[in-house]
Nanobody
Framework: VQLVESGGGLAQPGGSLRLSCAAS????????MAWFRQAPGKERDFVAT?????????YYADSVKGRFTISRDNTKNTLYLQISSLKPEDTALYYC????????????????????WGQGTQVTVSS
């Protein structure tokens, strides 16, 4: 299993970025996937999750609701996070994660429920 994030960078407040997570080594469409983030000196926090399958159900942390959009392309084995209306407090290392079990439909908000993680992509919001 491999998860590789990309798309991070430096953005101004109010700006946008699109993060990608390329997945390999497992049947991507069968697993709920998620994004977490970790700011310096803080714990890794839940950002968004999208349940398995072609449609899937999305769930967001309150702090990003209305600004971030999680999506997936099962034909490309890729998870996305569109982040808009960026704020300085969005500065963090963003990780994608794979559910430890296939076909789960309930939202998973805890890091312990995910078994594989990418290396992270840095998002810095600053003017």
């Amino acid at each position: 299993v491999q998860l590789v994030e990309s798309g991070g960078g430096l953005a101004q407040p109010g700006g946008s970025l699109r993060l990608s997570c390329a997945a390999s080594g497992f049947t991507f469409s069968r697993y709920t996937m998620a994004w977490f983030r970790q700011a310096p000196g803080k714990e890794r926090d839940f950002v968004a999750t999208l349940t398995w399958g072609g449609g899937g159900t999305t769930y967001y942390a309150d702090s990003v609701k209305g600004r971030f959009t999680i999506s997936r392309d099962n034909t490309k084995n890729t998870l996305y996070l569109q982040i808009s209306s960026l704020k300085p407090e969005d500065t963090a290392l963003y990780y994608c994660a794979k559910d430890s079990l296939p076909f789960r439909t309930r939202p998973l908000f805890d890091t312990s429920q995910y078994d594989y993680w990418g290396q992270g992509t840095q998002v810095t919001v600053s003017s």
